[in-house]
């Protein structure tokens, strides 16, 4: 049987292999191990922030980032989805917002112009 | 329009118009670079498909300004959807009515559909219509034709047709003798029909939108009309 070591240099490799950055691989592992122990404290903060030894706070706001909220999303199980579903949907709400204001810039744009005909 | 037919249609329709504006010189490079980027990016389905279901086909934007979905006719009898740009009313208020003669060939085909679409397309913006010799009972046509061009802000003319009756070009070269800006629409064949011949070469020299469909010349027509308009105001 594998060891731990072992099994994670092999994850390395792999990630390594598809070109994967230091940066991206630190941030992927740091959001499936929130999420893991999101997961296995059926969503509670506080009872995660301490299993993982960082303030509420500071999980709070690494919860907010998409990224690990997508990452959270996928991990989880349905019947455990007591916080994620409802930010999933504040992402998913940020990510139409976001949609919705560059959409409204761009259709300025349109109507910009014909402001000064007539 | 099928969901993403409509979708298709919106972004290439807003495509033209960075296209049209930056080459008309409407646009900054800037901003038709920040428009064409942002149409790569952003997913219109939703946007194209209130636009498409309403029965009002308007969507109001933030600020009060509006994109109004209407529906034009085509040369061959059919319809193709169209993006008005309405600013809102503060921007409406201060707009100045401007007055433009229309002359095209008298015939039942064209004076529907193109009627039909100048209304759509240019009442909005305050551009009132009048048409040449509106007024049949008029005893004079040809002085009520002079003074209507005397009379306009501008002119919008179509060579459509005119082959074996172009009058047409003698309410163009009127506008041009009284300087009033004048646009001309020429015809250059499609599936519909044989291109009208050339326009003479005295007329040419103003702003001239050469076109197949309806569809392409109420395209370019509506994008060069900020720059038209601009021009007129500043002469």
């Known amino acids: ?118 | 329009l099928a969901g993403s037919q409509e979708e298709e249609y919106v972004r290439d329709f807003l495509k033209t118009y960075f296209e049209e504006g930056f080459t008309n010189s409407t646009l900054s490079y800037e901003k038709y670079k920040q428009g064409m980027a942002a149409l790569a990016d952003l997913d219109l389905a939703a946007f194209s498909a209130k636009l498409f279901s309403q029965a009002t086909s308007e969507t109001a934007l933030p600020g009060g300004d509006v994109i109004r979905l209407v529906h034009l006719r085509e040369l061959d009898g059919g319809e193709f959807p169209f993006l008005l740009a309405l600013p809102g009313r503060r921007s409406m208020a201060r707009k100045q009515r401007l007055n433009c003669f229309v002359g095209h060939r008298f015939l039942k085909e064209i004076e529907g559909p193109l009627r039909f679409n100048l209304a759509h397309v240019l009442n909005p913006h305050r551009i009132d219509l009048r048409w040449s010799a509106q007024d049949l009972s008029a005893s004079d046509i040809f002085a009520e034709i002079v003074e209507g061009i005397r009379g306009a802000d501008m002119c919008f003319f179509d060579n459509y047709r005119v082959d074996d009756k172009p009058n047409v070009y003698i309410e163009v070269g009127i506008a041009y003798a009284l300087n009033v800006p004048t646009i001309l629409t020429e015809y250059q064949g499609s599936s519909v029909g044989s291109a009208t011949a050339p326009v003479p070469s005295d007329l040419q020299g103003l702003f001239r939108i050469r076109y197949s469909t309806y569809e392409e010349l109420f395209r370019k027509l509506y994008f060069g009309l900020p720059n038209f308009v601009g021009r007129i105001k500043r002469n």
């Open chain 1, 1 to 118: 049987m594998l060891s731990i070591d072992d099994r994670l240099n092999e994850i390395i490799r792999q990630l390594i292999g598809n070109g994967i950055t230091l940066e991206q691989a630190v941030e992927a592992f740091e959001g499936k191990y929130i999420v893991a122990a999101m997961s296995a404290t059926d969503g509670d903060i506080t009872k995660a922030s301490k299993a993982l030894g960082v303030h509420r706070n500071t999980l709070h706001n690494k919860l907010r980032s998409q990224t690990m909220l997508n990452g959270f999303a996928e991990s989880i199980q349905p019947s455990r989805r007591r916080l994620s579903s409802n930010s999933v949907r504040s992402a998913h709400r940020k990510s139409s917002l976001a949609n919705d204001k560059a959409l409204d810039d761009l259709l300025a744009m349109f109507v910009d112009p014909y402001r000064k005909v007539g």
